[in-house]
């Protein structure tokens, strides 16, 4: 019992260690930075994706009482320039919805006692719009894809436990992967997509590639450690795949 207490809480180290390393390496994780102005923090946040039809609402942090700026945001090669209003510790400003997967780029243009501060510097921030996904769609979605990697590291170092549970363990990894791979997947990628209620999209827009190669490789795996055919390297090997896979998988 003590030992599979100790499987668990290292399991559960590891997916949490391995989630926050593909947040913060995505290529969707926000922009972040602090700089000072007058003796003051100013803290910005700038995201790169946007869900559902309310404005973006980009927030400056700062306890600064006089600061003016604009957001300047690009599409289509047409410009729109948008004042930042104060609020309450801190200056904001909106950024009308556009339609799911239309792009723009837009940075923040800082102006306080003769100097420009320009964010970021000598790039834009590239922003992706999607449709609006569920609270409910997206935690369940999150519960398949980390419960999917939780119990695949539980699979792979089952192996020091003798093998006593890998066959039970395989089988619910599987499990896992299919419900998210067939079904809660292509629907939140139907949402995203602003399809639903809208248009019937191609199974291409809404099936995720690697989550196929994946289920695939947990198909087969499951079957070699069913029938006890190199049972440690396909374990192994079903955790390197799921470690690769997920670190390519897009952020939601």
């Not at 006089?66 to 729109?80: I, M, T, Y």
């Not at 935690?139 to 066959?167: D, P, V």
Request: include cysteine; aromatic fraction near 14%.
């Amino acid at each position: 019992m003590k030992q599979q207490l100790i499987l668990w809480i290292s399991s559960a180290i590891l997916t949490f260690i391995i989630g926050y390393i593909k947040n913060v390496t995505d290529t969707n994780y926000p922009v972040t930075g602090t700089f000072g102005i007058d003796g003051q923090k100013v803290s910005y946040k700038l995201d790169k994706v946007h869900y559902g039809k309310e404005p973006y609402k980009l927030i400056i942090l700062t306890e600064l009482k006089e600061l003016k700026g604009r957001c300047v945001w690009r599409l289509n090669s047409e410009d729109v320039i948008v004042p930042l209003s104060k609020g309450e510790n801190n200056y904001y400003a909106e950024i009308s919805s556009q339609k799911p997967l239309d792009k723009i780029f837009y940075s923040i243009i800082i102006y306080h006692d003769d100097k420009v501060y320009e964010i970021p510097k000598e790039s834009k921030i590239e922003m992706t719009f999607y449709g609006k996904i569920p609270v409910s769609l997206s935690l369940f979605h999150f519960i398949l894809l980390y419960g999917g990697i939780l119990f695949a590291i539980r699979t792979a170092i089952e192996i020091f436990n003798e093998k006593k549970l890998i066959k039970k363990y395989s089988v619910i990894t599987t499990s896992i992967f299919i419900l998210l791979t067939a079904i809660i997947n292509p629907l939140l990628n139907s949402y995203k997509l602003g399809a639903i209620n809208n248009y019937i999209p191609a199974i291409t827009e809404i099936i995720e590639t690697l989550l196929i190669v994946l289920l695939l490789i947990w198909i087969t795996g499951s079957i070699m450690i069913f029938y006890n055919r190199y049972v440690v390297v396909t374990a192994a090997i079903l955790f390197l795949s799921t470690l690769i896979i997920y670190f390519n998988l897009p952020l939601v």
